[in-house]
């Protein structure tokens, strides 16, 4: 066990022997070679708020609570939740929180902030701002212990699994996607909430991908922390296999098949991890296989990807493959 499995057994240890124990949000919970992973108070609040306001959405604001999970909440306490989630309700989750610049901007100065700290963040919403403030004691006292908690310990069922496998997973998530990494670490912030789809990245000025702690045990998070930051060498428009889907479809005279990146990338990353769980003499199936993620693509990747990943033709003529038959559905 290395060092910095040490480390953090020792933080989730310290964390749940203690009522009143607590993470530096400022610090990360693990480093690995390729990652730095946090518990950061403020993020995770925030995504509890656009959670809880996104079941909140068509119905009372306390529709995404259990029926006994409000019953210690004072009066005034459950007032304070009720004004903040309803201001989610009514001004924020109608922006999403991948692409919305706003989001973006405030989850990038959520990180700066501990959890003693008073949230500041000048030229933006005051209202939000004012709502994040007040929520803070109710959400501290209540919810916080549970959520870091998830969130130390999924880290660290998965860290041992990271630390073995993350250069070789990188190493090849990049050859098949033919772009190289940045050179910084990932910066990953560990949230008991997320967005709808469990995880997202955004990639500037550093690739920051914010997880749910929620975990089911069949391989997703693995597959997922590896497949979130290679959002930084795959898109619709930029790197290297959007240039050859662009050029093979200009050759085969059709439009570039709407989101084929993606499912590439589900492809790629999935086939990475996948091979990882094999040395270790676990069968995985790929997660766009078990959800059914862009499955209209899966006839035409299944049938003619193999060859590019085990390396018995390029990645150009196993897209001439692909874009030709699927352009005949």
């Given amino acids: 066990m290395s060092i910095k499995h040490i480390s953090l057994l020792i933080i989730t240890m310290g964390f749940s022997m203690s009522a009143c124990g607590k993470t530096n949000s400022l610090e990360p919970i693990a480093v690995t070679e390729k990652y730095e992973f946090y518990s950061n108070f403020w993020i995770n609040q925030h995504h509890f708020l656009y959670a809880k306001a996104s079941s909140?959405?068509?119905g009372n604001w306390d529709d995404g609570f259990t029926e006994n999970e409000l019953d210690k909440l004072s009066v005034g306490e459950a007032q304070?939740?009720?004004?903040g989630i309803t201001f989610y309700r009514d001004s924020v989750i109608s922006y999403s929180l991948t692409f919305n610049r706003g989001l973006t901007i405030l989850k990038r100065t959520l990180i700066n902030f501990d959890e003693d700290d008073v949230f500041?963040?000048?030229?933006?919403?005051?209202?939000?701002?004012?709502?994040l403030n007040k929520v803070k004691p109710v959400y501290r006292k209540y919810f916080w212990g549970e959520h870091n908690r998830s969130n130390l310990e999924v880290v660290d069922n998965h860290l041992e699994f990271i630390t073995t496998h993350e250069s070789?997973?990188?190493d090849r998530i990049s050859g098949l996607a033919q772009q190289p990494w940045r050179e910084?670490?990932?910066?990953?912030?560990?949230t008991y909430y997320a967005n709808w789809a469990g995880a997202y990245t955004s990639n500037n000025p550093q690739v920051h991908v914010t997880i749910t702690s929620q975990d089911d045990g069949k391989g997703d998070w693995q597959e997922l922390i590896f497949h979130e930051p290679s959002h930084s060498i795959m898109s619709s428009r930029s790197f290297k296999a959007a240039e050859l889907i662009s050029k093979v479809s200009e050759q085969l005279g059709?439009?570039?098949?709407?989101s084929l990146w993606h499912a590439l990338l589900f492809y790629f990353s999935g086939v990475s991890v996948q091979e990882a769980f094999k040395k270790e003499g676990v069968e995985y199936e790929l997660y766009m296989v078990r959800y059914n993620v862009f499955d209209e693509y899966h006839p035409v990747i299944f049938k003619y990807m193999p060859d590019y990943v085990q390396g018995d033709?390029?990645?150009?003529e196993a897209l001439k493959k692909v874009?030709?038959?699927y352009e005949q559905y």
């Fill in 56 to 58: 909140a959405a068509k």
């Fill in 80 to 83: 304070i939740l009720k004004d």
């Fill in 120 to 131: 500041e963040m000048d030229d933006f919403h005051d209202e939000l701002v004012e709502h």
């Fill in 168 to 170: 070789e997973i990188f």
């Fill in 184 to 190: 910084e670490k990932i910066r990953v912030d560990v």
């Fill in 254 to 258: 059709v439009e570039p098949p709407e």
């Fill in 313 to 316: 033709t390029s990645f150009e």
């Fill in 323 to 325: 874009i030709a038959e």
